[in-house]
């Protein structure tokens, strides 16, 4: 059985490009997870920024495998747009709130750091 390219080209690329965006992510998460013990030994940033590092790795993690799975599916399945089960829907509500939350993570650390660098200043 022949795929039409409409069905899957486009999208083969979007999760190709992420998929190779979340190995230079993987490269520079395990730098920071090796570097920032050992350079930093600031209580704020083993008790603060640690935690939220490892939360938006594992929320990028949850968004790779998920977008992985729904291309597979639909490559296999040859849909366009596969909104007909209930698990692609649960895992759409899913990612939008692992986008949400990496979205209010990463906006802590923006407050965080700024207000640490005005007491500074």
Request: glycine residues 4%; contains cysteine.
């Amino acid at each position: 059985m022949s795929i039409p390219t409409i069905y899957s080209l486009a999208p083969l690329i979007t999760v190709i490009v992420e998929c190779v965006l979340y190995g230079a992510y993987v490269v520079i998460f395990g730098l920071a997870i090796w570097i920032m013990p050992q350079k930093f030994d600031v209580p704020s940033v083993k008790k603060f920024l640690f935690p939220i590092i490892i939360a938006l790795f594992v929320l990028t993690t949850i968004n790779i495998a998920y977008d992985l799975v729904l291309e597979v599916y639909a490559i296999l399945y040859a849909i366009s747009s596969p909104k007909e089960k209930a698990w692609i829907i649960a895992g759409q509500i899913i990612n939008q709130i692992a986008f949400l939350i990496s979205d209010i993570l990463g906006d802590i650390v923006l407050v965080h750091v700024s207000c640490s660098i005005l007491e500074v200043v």
